[in-house]
């Protein structure tokens, strides 16, 4: 027999809420997993990426999935301009001189060669922006939490 029992599904909730966001530097991880994922240049692959690399690196699911919708519409500005640089850099004008103008035969392999150079592009900005990115996210949860503490304290002398 199935019983639901409401009292425990919202412990569950709060457990999924809390995981992750232990210290800031999971916090800031889960950031920045969390922007660096949700800018990945295939539509649809944010989702399962984001869930995988959260479940690995038991970061909060939470964050890495709402950082993946909020920044779906930037994720969508940026998938052209990804594409442009991985042609440029890895193709020269041999397959696409321009995207919206190309009136040859679409092939899989025309299409999967144009994705795999913006994804190339992707990761190499991804490795470059990440460790920027966590560092800076660290310092200043780093000292929002001091600043809390200070606070917390001075309101208990008082």
């Keep these: 027999m199935i019983s639901f029992n409401p009292g425990k599904r919202i412990k569950e909730f709060v ?4 995981a ?20 990945f240049p295939v539509i649809g692959m944010t989702f399962l990426l984001g869930l995988m690399v ?10 890495v999935q709402s950082l993946n919708l909020l920044l779906a519409p930037v994720q969508l500005l940026l998938i052209y301009p990804f594409i442009k640089a991985g042609n440029l850099v890895f193709a020269g004008s041999r397959v696409f001189k321009n995207i919206f103008s190309y009136t040859g035969e679409w092939t899989f392999f025309k ?5 795999t ?3 190339v592009v992707w990761f190499i900005l991804s490795v470059v922006t990440m460790p920027v ?3 800076f996210l660290v310092r200043l949860l780093n ?6 503490e200070t606070a917390k304290s001075n309101n208990e002398l008082l």
Excluded: W
Excluded at 111 to 115: A, G, S, T, V
């Design 20 to 39: 992750g966001i232990s210290c800031p530097k999971n916090l800031a991880l889960s950031l920045t997993v969390g922007v660096c994922l949700a800018l």
């Design 143 to 148: 000292s929002k939490e001091k600043a809390t």
């Design 15 to 18: 457990k999924l809420l809390n």
């Design 111 to 115: 299409f999967l060669e144009m994705i």
């Design 117 to 119: 150079g913006g994804v």
């Design 54 to 63: 959260a479940v690995v690196f038991r970061l909060n699911h939470l964050i």
């Design 133 to 135: 990115l966590y560092f």
